[in-house]
């Protein structure tokens, strides 16, 4: 799968257009009704990428990736699975 992916944390939002976003997640976790991030590939996929304080700004930079990889599987899509935490928790565990 292919796509445009924003990743929603605590405190800002990355952009990045990958091709490998079935290995964003994990297992299902029950306690939260959500997939847990592995956060390798995550780091792997997002820790060059841009970094935006505030939703509309990454928006924005997505419809510009959008222009450049016009033909993708998943379009824009919102990571927001540890919306909550901050992307060092994500990459780390």
């Known amino acids: 799968m292919n796509g445009i992916y ?8 990355r952009v990045t257009y990958s091709e490998d976003s079935g290995n964003f997640f994990l297992d299902w976790n029950e306690e939260v009704f959500n997939f847990e991030l592995d956060g390798q590939s995550i780091k792997k996929e ?20 959008a222009d450049k990889y016009p033909e993708t599987d998943d379009g824009i899509y919102y990571i ?13 565990g």
Request: glycine residues 0%; proline residues 2%; neutral net charge.
């Open 46 to 65: 997002f820790d060059k990428s841009p970094i935006f304080l505030d939703e509309s700004t990454a928006y924005q930079y997505a419809l510009k990736l």
């Open 80 to 92: 927001k699975n540890a919306k909550d935490k901050s992307y060092e928790e994500i990459i780390n």
């Open 6 to 13: 924003i990743l929603v944390t605590k405190n800002s939002y």
